[in-house]
C-alpha cells in the first residue's frame, strides 16, 4: 500500500514537471517566432537590396506639353515590363512642366526599384546651342534642338553614373528593358563607347556616309559606356567629326538631329563603337515598309521597343501604334509596381 502511494506520488510529481515545462516552452515560443520571423525579414531584404545595387540607368530628354507627356507613357511601358529584380534609376532632363507632370505622377507610388533624378533641361539646352553656334549648324528635325541635345547628354550625367541607355520620347517599350541592357555585353572591354542599331535595310558596305541620308545607324536607342567617353573626351571628338563634316560635306543643317552626329562619330571613330542587334530599336518605319525583310535582318527575333515614327501616330488611336500608346498612357499606376518594400525616391538635381 505504501509503495502504491509513493508510487502515485512520483507520477503526479513527474507530471508537474512536465506541465511547467511545457508551459515554460510555449511562454517563450512567441517570442523565438518573433525573432525568427524578424530575422528573416531582415535578411530576405537585405539579400534583395544588394541584388538590386547594380541598377539600370536610363536618359530621356523632353519639353513641352506634348512630348512630356509622351515621355511619361514612355516610363509607364518601361515599368510594366519591369520582372527581373534590379533597380531602375531615370535620369529626366525637362522642363518645369515635365518635372510637376513626372512627380506628381509617381510621388504616390511605393516602389523602391524605381528612382526619377529630375534635371534642369537648361543647362542641356545652354551647351548644345553652344555646340551649335561654335560649328555654324542648325537643326532641322522637327524635333528641333531637344532630339539634338541627346547627343551632349552625357556631359551632364553624375560621376556615379557608369553606364546608360539614351531613350527617344517616341520609343515603347514590349519587353524588359533588361534584354537591351544585356547588349552592353557587346562593348569591347575599356574600348567601345557608343553603341547603335543599324538601319535596315543595312547601307552597302563601301557606303560613304556624308552626313546626309541616309543615316547608317538609329538613335532612338543609344547605349553609352560613360566611363570610355570620359576617358576619350567623346565631346572632343564629336567636336572633331562635326568640323570635318563642314568642311567636306558643307554640313550647315542637322536633318536628323544627334543621328547625324553620332553616325558621324561611329563612322570616324569606329574603334570605339559596337553595331547592335535590329531588336534593340524597333523602327516603325522599317517594319512598315517592308516587315518581312525587316524580321529576315533580325533573323526572326521579336523588337523588344516600337520606335514609332513618325511621334504623331502614337496619338492617332485608330492606329495600330496608337492603340500601343493608349494602353500605356491610360494604364493604372497600381500595374507599375513591381517592387513594394519602401518609399519612391524622387531627386530633384537641378543644379547640374
Known sequence: MLWSKILILIIVIIICVVIVLIFNQSSSFPNQITKFTFDVAKESENSIIHHLQDGIHLAIVCANQKFNEIA????????????????????????AHGKQLISTYFSSMINVCTQFRIYSIDNLMKVSQQFL???????????????????????????????VIVIDTDVIFVDDVYSIWKQFDLFKRNQTALGLVPWYPLVPIDYKYKASAPDPFLTGIVLLDLNICRRINFTQLLDNVVDTAYQQFQLRSLWSADQVVLNLFATYFPDYFTSLPCFVNGHTFHYLLDGSRWKSSCKGKYPRTLHVVPSSNLLNKSSYFGHWYATFNEMPIEWLSYCNLDQLRIENRTNI
Open 133 to 163: 553656334k561654335k560649328h555654324r549648324i542648325t537643326v532641322s528635325h522637327y524635333s528641333g534642338i531637344y532630339a539634338f541635345s541627346k547627343a551632349l547628354i552625357h556631359d551632364l550625367l553624375p560621376s556615379d553614373v557608369q553606364h
Open 72 to 95: 511619361l507613357t514612355t516610363i509607364k511601358s518601361i515599368m510594366f515590363h519591369h520582372r527581373k529584380s534590379y533597380i531602375l534609376i531615370f535620369h529626366i532632363f525637362t522642363d
